[in-house]
């Protein structure tokens, strides 16, 4: 889990109004949101019917079509 340490800016009442964090705290983040990511569209792929074939084939066919060209 991450841990971060915010400072905030308030309006003229007080109000929260932004955030500023450090810039290793936001790349940690941003790092953690692509993970996220992937694995959500991991699970997306999973629920499809869609065939799947195993990676050093989609390679070597991707090759193969690159040499065509």
């Known amino acids: 889990m991450l841990t971060i340490s915010p400072q905030f800016i308030t309006d003229n009442i007080g109000k929260k109004i932004s955030v ?3 810039i290793k705290d936001f790349k940690a983040i941003m790092d953690e949101l692509d993970e996220l990511e992937d694995i ?3 699970d997306e792929a999973k629920k499809t019917d869609e065939p799947s074939i195993d990676i050093e084939e989609a390679f070597k066919m991707i090759e193969a079509n690159r040499i065509k060209k």
């Open 20 to 22: 500023v964090i450090p």
């Open 40 to 42: 959500k569209l991991f």
